[in-house]
C-alpha cells in the first residue's frame, strides 16, 4: 500500500503560480513513477507531468510545457508541482498518482497507476 496526500492547492488569477506537494507514505520502496493527473468538470482525467522515481526521467502533456515543473525529493518520499503562468484552463482537482508497474518510463495512463491522492482544487481566474 502506498499513501499519497496533496497540498498546495488554492485559486489565484491568470498569470500566477502555485506549488503543489505529494507526499508518499507507505511501501514506497515499489514505487517507480509518480505521476499529476488533473480532471476538469465534465472532463476526462488527463495526465499532466510524470517522473520516473529511479531514473528522474519527466514527461509533461504539451498544453503545460515551459509552464509546469515536476520535481521530486527522495529524502521526504515528496514529488513537487511547481505552476508558473497558470491559465484559467488549468483550472482543475489535480490528483497525484503513484505507479508501482516496473516501467523505466513514465506512463501517462490513469490506469497505470494505483495509487492516488483525494485530489486538491485549483482554479484560475481571468
Known amino acids: 500500500q502506498v499513501q499519497l496526500v496533496e497540498s498546495g492547492g488554492g485559486s489565484v488569477q491568470a498569470g500566477g503560480s502555485l506549488r503543489l506537494s505529494c507526499a508518499a507514505s507507505?511501501?514506497?520502496?515499489?514505487?517507480?513513477?509518480m505521476g499529476w493527473f488533473r480532471q476538469a468538470p465534465g472532463k476526462e482525467r488527463e495526465f499532466v507531468t510524470g517522473i520516473n522515481w529511479r531514473r528522474g526521467v519527466t514527461d509533461y502533456v504539451d498544453s503545460v510545457k515551459g509552464r509546469f515543473t515536476i520535481s521530486r525529493d527522495n529524502a521526504k518520499n515528496t514529488v513537487y508541482l511547481q505552476m508558473n503562468s497558470l491559465k484559467p484552463e488549468d483550472t482543475a482537482v489535480y490528483y497525484c498518482?503513484?505507479?508501482?508497474?516496473?516501467?523505466?518510463?513514465?506512463?501517462?495512463?490513469?490506469?497505470?497507476?494505483?495509487?492516488w491522492g483525494q485530489g486538491t482544487q485549483v482554479t484560475v481566474s481571468s
Open positions: 498518482a503513484a505507479c508501482i508497474r516496473i516501467t523505466n518510463g513514465v506512463p501517462n495512463s490513469p490506469g497505470a497507476y494505483g495509487y
Open positions: 507507505g511501501r514506497t520502496s515499489s514505487t517507480y513513477a
